[in-house]
Structure formats: structure tokens, C-alpha cells
């Protein structure tokens, strides 16, 4: 998978991906990923990536120029990409999307900054993408969370495979309690089921447990 990143701090993305998960993809050629400065596709001295918006109001906006021109080199270099917008509106990102996502051979994520984008930007992209209902001081954090979430799944980056078919929300269920050594510490015990050697019984213990913290957590969320 190729991705393409567009932001106006492209900086920001080096420890996060040069580092775990991510870093093991891109060595093991599962995954390239390029972060674009989008400030090298403007023509003023100031390199400037907003204005005012028109009719007034509080904050700046996104130029459609420089975002128009960075996906051109994007495909330029690629022309079967998969263009994200990441927006406060979009649809909330889940596992089920992380999964789409994993079967596009390259994907190209809009982080925007300011108070949002020209109308025009959204002409752009194949869809918008929200991380959840609440609002950030720019996309690349929820960037960074889908690149790891959609990463991860590509076959071969995790060491081992039977990983992924365990973890929260496979089956829409949050994963089990998981417990290691040692047996007892500070009077909390691990539960017995699991050092009985009895693998039906722990896998229904498993089970019993993913359903109970699943229907916790949605009585939680309303």
C-alpha cells in the first residue's frame, strides 16, 4: 500500500511512523508513506495556505489552490488513489472501515488546519472521515490514527496473524480481559479458568467476557 499524507506540518508525522507497527511495515515494503508539505505547492513569499473567508466570520480557511496542486503531484505519481478528507463532519471512522481501507492499494489523506476548508476542497475527495464527534486543531492526529489502524491490518506487518482475529471489536465485540504473570499481585488474582488447561472452558469464559464489557461500554455511550 502507498500513502500519501498532505499537511502543512509534515514534521509531525516522523516519530509516529518511524517508530512500532508502522516502522516495521515500511521495512518490510508492505507499506511506503510519503508526507507532502503542502506549503512547496503555494507561489507567494509568505507561503501562505489560508485567507479569510468571504462574507466574514471568525478564523481562517483552507486555499483550495495548494490542495488542488498537491493532489496533482500525488497523481501524478499515482492514479489510483483513494483521496481522504479528514473533517469534523465526515462519517466516524471504525474497525469496519479500517478494514476497507486495508484492500485500497493507496490512500492520500487531507489534514486541514484553521477553521476548515473552500467548499471546493471536498470536490477532491472520495469521501470524509471523522475520528469522532468532537473537534481537533488540524487532521494530522486523526491521520496518524487511521495510518495505524488500517496499517496494522495488512497482512504480514503484525508478527503474528492469529493477533488480529483476537483483538476488540472482531465480531463487533470488545476483546476479553487479558491477564500475565504474575498469578497474584497486590491481592488481585487472575480467575482461575484460565490456568485450568481447559481450553473450551476459557474460551467460553472469552466469550461471556467480550459480550459482558461490550454491552457495558454501549450502556456507557448512551
Not at 487531507?110 to 475527495?125: M, N, V
Not at 493477533?163 to 476483546?175: A, D, G, T, V, Y
Request: one cysteine or more; charged letters at 30%.
Amino acid at each position: 500500500m502507498n500513502i500519501y499524507i498532505i499537511s502543512i506540518f509534515p514534521d509531525m508525522f516522523e516519530s509516529v511512523f518511524g517508530q512500532t507497527i508502522i516502522k516495521r511495515a515500511q521495512d518490510k515494503k508492505r507499506v511506503t508513506i510519503e508526507t507532502i508539505d503542502l506549503r512547496n505547492f503555494t507561489h507567494d513569499n509568505h507561503r501562505t495556505t489560508d485567507d479569510y473567508p468571504y462574507g466574514g466570520g471568525a478564523g481562517m480557511v483552507m486555499k483550495p489552490e495548494p490542495i488542488y496542486e498537491a493532489m496533482d503531484y500525488v497523481k501524478s505519481k499515482d492514479n489510483n488513489v483513494h483521496t481522504i478528507l479528514l473533517s469534523p463532519g465526515g462519517t466516524v471512522f471504525n474497525q469496519d472501515k479500517a478494514k476497507k481501507l486495508k484492500d485500497k492499494p493507496s490512500l492520500a489523506f487531507i489534514c486541514g488546519r484553521y477553521e476548515g476548508f473552500d467548499e471546493r476542497i471536498r470536490y477532491l475527495a472520495d469521501e470524509e472521515i471523522s475520528i469522532g464527534r468532537f473537534v481537533l486543531s488540524g487532521g494530522e492526529i486523526a491521520a496518524m490514527v487511521i495510518v495505524d489502524a488500517v496499517v496494522r491490518l495488512i497482512p504480514g506487518v503484525l508478527g503474528n496473524s492469529e493477533s488480529l482475529n483476537e483483538e476488540s471489536f472482531e465480531n463487533n465485540l470488545i476483546e476479553y480481559p487479558q491477564y500475565t504473570r504474575p498469578r497474584v499481585y497486590r491481592g488481585m488474582e487472575v480467575p482461575e479458568i484460565l490456568i485450568s488447561g481447559n481450553h473450551q472452558k476459557i474460551k467460553e469464559w472469552r466469550m461471556k467476557k467480550s459480550i459482558e464489557k461490550t454491552l457495558k461500554t454501549e450502556v456507557e455511550d448512551g
